[in-house]
Nanobody, 111 residues
Framework: QVRLVESGGGLVQAGGSLRLSCAASGITFSINTVAWYRQAPGKQREFVAGISSTGTTNVVDSVKGRFTISRDTAKNTVYLQMNSLKPEDTAVYYC?????WGQGTQVTVSS
């Protein structure tokens, strides 16, 4: 059974940083593409960043230069380092792989 558990969200002031973690069981991240999505109130869930099995990463333009996705193979965990946070980054952030979703972690950025 696949289980994804996100953590690391919280309340931060604009300009601050957070690092989100997505820990997996029942699946090996290193041989799968893993992505972070987010959903703000009243908006559709949107792609934020992804990392392929080969380590290739990509991020949506709105977070380019501020967010970085990475993977720790030994810990079977994927991270999303978020710097220079803006109020518009406020959302629930979800981890996704092979059509499986975690429960999400709330990120709130105050102005």
């Amino acid at each position: 059974q696949v289980r994804l558990v996100e953590s690391g969200g919280g309340l931060v002031q604009a300009g601050g940083s957070l690092r989100l973690s997505c820990a997996a069981s029942g699946i090996t991240f290193s041989i799968n593409t893993v992505a972070w999505y987010r959903q703000a109130p009243g908006k559709q869930r949107e792609f934020v960043a992804g990392i392929s099995s080969t380590g290739t990463t990509n991020v949506v333009d709105s977070v380019k230069g501020r967010f970085t996705i990475s993977r720790d193979t030994a810990k079977n965990t994927v991270y999303l380092q978020m710097n220079s946070l803006k109020p518009e980054d406020t959302a629930v952030y979800y981890c996704n792989t092979r059509m499986q979703w975690g429960q999400g972690t709330q990120v709130t950025v105050s102005s």
